[in-house]
């Protein structure tokens, strides 16, 4: 029986090496709310805590990553990180016009997730819902960074 | 005896899988960003556009630009995910990836693993050679190909500053993005 159970767990951790076949990793549709981020200042913390990297003390800096070409993600509501890699008919993931107008905005999606080696994926089949900016980090984080906002800006 | 050897097979391969931690810094001349989360990182890899290699759904010659790129790690076949390119200039990766869509590469740069975050195969690329190739080329093409795309971004300063795309939102929106009645009474609170 013990050995049974070491082969059935040999086998599961083999197998993908045997088989050695890429496969796309099987899309699971869901329906998720969260907000669209600028993955590299929320995860590398080069700006700051993860909650001074969302809303609106970090809109020009997310405005500046995405027109950059920087990936955006959805930061979903159980603090999951989505990559986005497809919004409606766009796959202009890397520095897109409909990616760069839902910076910091709030979003209800439907869409397929997808899982590959510890990152989760997105592609949004629809934005069902942009309720724009709704997380007011300026209140505790004023501007993020702190250059973003010229203090003489007409 | 058999499954003494089953289960010292079995930790090898737990421990040589994808979902396993390695240490990719040997060699590694990547530059510290003096990020929480970073570890110098080299290796061999193959550039692929991700959406085709998550969902199937594949563009000629990688997207042309528009698509992240991602690197398939030669090693174990990990997808990572470059974020970032050289320029501490809010500046993606995929310029630099895309003249090497398909090819075999190395890379040096930053790895980035924040389970708290769920940051897992972010990566920072600082250079990159074909694999063969003797001479690295640094990762840092991103604003000279903006400035090519934008010769009439007026003004001087970083392209950030200029980028027309960014300035028609901020001109529409505001630096907050709560419209412009609320984005000047947000930076005459914040700048008296």
Known sequence: MRHNRVFAAFL??????????????????????????????????????????VGSAHHTCALWCSAGGIPVGLLAEDGTVYMVL?????????????????A??????????????????????????????????????????????????? | MIARALTAA?????????????????NSEARSWNLFAEQPARFEATVVDILCE????????????????????????VLVYPNKNSQPAFTGATVELLPYCGAEVEVDGLMLEDAYLGAVNIYLLQRIRRLGDETWVS???????WAENNPDAAGSGPWFRRDPRVLREIAEEGYFGLGLDRDAEIRAELFP
Do not use: K
């Open chain 2, 54 to 77: 998550v969902t199937g759904n594949c563009a000629e010659n990688c997207g042309d630009g528009r698509r992240q790129l991602g690197l398939l790690r030669s090693l174990d076949g």
């Open chain 1, 86 to 102: 497809q919004i409606d008919d766009s796959d202009e993931s890397a520095g897109g016009d409909t990616q760069m107008r839902l």
């Open chain 1, 12 to 53: 599961a951790l083999s197998s993908p090496l045997i088989l050695a076949a890429p496969a796309f990793a099987e899309g699971q549709r869901v329906q998720l709310r969260g907000e669209i981020i600028d993955t590299w200042c929320y995860f590398s913390g080069v700006m700051g805590g993860p909650d001074a990297v």
């Open chain 2, 139 to 145: 990762a840092n093409r991103w604003t000279d190909d």
């Open chain 2, 10 to 26: 079995l930790a090898a391969l737990a421990l040589s899988g994808p979902g396993a931690a390695q240490d990719f810094s040997e």
């Open chain 1, 104 to 154: 910091s905005h709030v979003v209800s999606v439907d869409g397929m997730h997808y899982e590959r080696d510890g990152l989760n994926y997105l592609v949004v089949s629809e934005v069902v819902q942009d309720d724009d900016i709704q997380v007011l980090s300026h209140d505790d984080f004023g501007v993020v960074p702190p250059f973003a906002v010229p203090e003489d800006a007409p």
